[in-house]
T-cell receptor, first 111, second 109 residues
């Protein structure tokens, strides 16, 4: 069956612009996670959605970052006024019973 | 000190060798994940375990909750096993994962 998909796969933007990254989780998965992996760094948790509960936003690095999950399915991660240090691979994962299924990631480059 | 520490950071082996990657953590956890990240960046979940031992093909993962330690073993290693192996723990206080820095494994033919 279809796995987690993310779009775009690559995004190049200028400093100061806003970007939106999209994640389509596996159908039926109630949990959705966003992670970030900067060049040469480990994975970093950003935000977690579980069903209709309030999201766990504790990993968002600044108020320029926000995410929403509409209808318990698709999620959008928005970065406003992008900075060069936002350049990273943004990974989405979904899960039903704990095992994370990762998407291919969106590679973001802020010039 | 990181909450999740892996060792070694880099590991080079010859095809056929038995490989062990270690993960130690300092927080209370409800589960531990082993992930594999290929050179292209794709991440695959290998194991999720909370006690004991799991085996899948040539991969074996063990965890000792009392010692806060887990190991990932690869038997009869193969060049296609070359990847970054990441340990991640789910803390008992929530569902977020805390990741280790990863172990870069290179298996030479």
């Amino acid at each position: 069956g279809a796995g987690v998909s993310q779009s775009p796969s690559n995004k190049v933007t200028e400093k100061g612009k806003d970007v939106e990254l999209r994640c389509d989780p596996i159908s039926g998965h109630t949990a959705l996670y966003w992670y970030r992996q900067s060049l040469g760094q480990g994975l970093e948790f950003l935000i977690y959605f579980q069903g209709n509960s309030a999201p766990d936003k504790s990993g968002l690095p600044s108020d320029r970052f926000s995410a929403e999950r509409t209808g318990g399915s698709v999620s959008t991660l928005t970065i406003q006024r992008t900075q060069q240090e936002d350049s990273a691979v943004y990974l989405c994962a979904s899960s039903l019973l704990g095992v994370r299924h990762f998407g291919p990631g969106t590679r973001l480059l802020v010039l | 000190k990181n909450e999740v520490e892996q060792s070694p950071q880099n590991l080079t082996a010859q095809e056929g060798e038995f490989i062990t990657i270690n993960c130690s953590y300092s927080v209370g956890i409800s589960a531990l994940h082993w992930l594999q990240q290929h050179p292209g960046g794709g991440i695959v979940s290998l194991f999720m375990l909370s006690s004991g031992k799991k085996k899948h093909g040539r991969l074996i993962a063990t965890i000792n909750i009392q010692e806060k330690h887990s190991s990932l073993h690869i038997t009869a290693s193969h060049p296609r096993d070359s990847a970054v192996y990441i340990c991640a723990v789910r803390e008992t206080s929530g569902s977020r994962l805390t990741f280790g820095e990863g172990t870069q494994l290179t298996v030479n033919p």
